[in-house]
């Protein structure tokens, strides 16, 4: 599997039609995979009746972050994936509004540890949605799957 650099997948999630469309922009990847930042602004195509952000977009904007972190700082040896989404919402998003994912080295290490005695986990990652004026619009709660790669002998047996 060809891996793309944080700079390339950076630009490829900005013209992605999903993420494009709805408004999103992945304005920050970091070159260690550690940290991502999101911006939703607010456009006429992608506010609801009430001229507010529309919550699907809200929630889009948080889809494909931490499975992406995550696939990069795990490695090659084990499977990651979305496994669930939720979110509640707080108050109307009237401004443009961001959102952060961080993994860090100590979650990894631990992840990875925890993998050596379960065939699986699936942590949960929290994370606001914020606009411009530092409120809290939204919280969304992603569960991800991680497990170890089965090896080609395994897979035999």
Same mark, same amino acid.
């Given at each position: 599997m060809k891996t793309l650099k944080p700079k390339t997948l950076k630009r490829v999630l900005n013209l992605w039609p999903p993420l494009w469309g709805a408004g999103i922009r992945v304005i920050e990847l970091a070159e260690d995979w550690s $940290?991502? +930042?999101?911006?939703?602004? +607010?456009?006429?195509?992608?506010?609801?009746?009430?001229? *507010?952000?529309?919550?699907? &977009?809200? $929630? &889009?904007? *948080?889809?494909? $972050?931490?499975?992406l972190l995550l696939l990069h700082k795990m490695g090659r040896d084990y499977v990651v994936w979305d496994k669930k989404a939720e979110i509640k919402f707080i108050k109307p998003g009237r401004k443009d509004v961001f959102a952060e994912f961080k993994v860090t080295e100590h979650q990894v290490s631990d992840f990875k540890e925890q993998l050596k005695t379960q065939d699986k986990i699936e942590p949960v990652f929290e994370v606001d949605i914020m606009d411009t004026d530092g409120l809290l619009i939204a919280k969304v709660w992603k569960t991800i799957h991680i497990s170890k790669k089965e090896s080609k002998k395994q897979k035999a047996a």
């Open positions: $940290f991502a +930042k999101a911006r939703l602004r +607010k456009y006429w195509f992608n506010r609801n009746y009430v001229n *507010t952000h529309y919550g699907g &977009s809200l $929630f &889009s904007m *948080t889809d494909p $972050f931490y499975m």
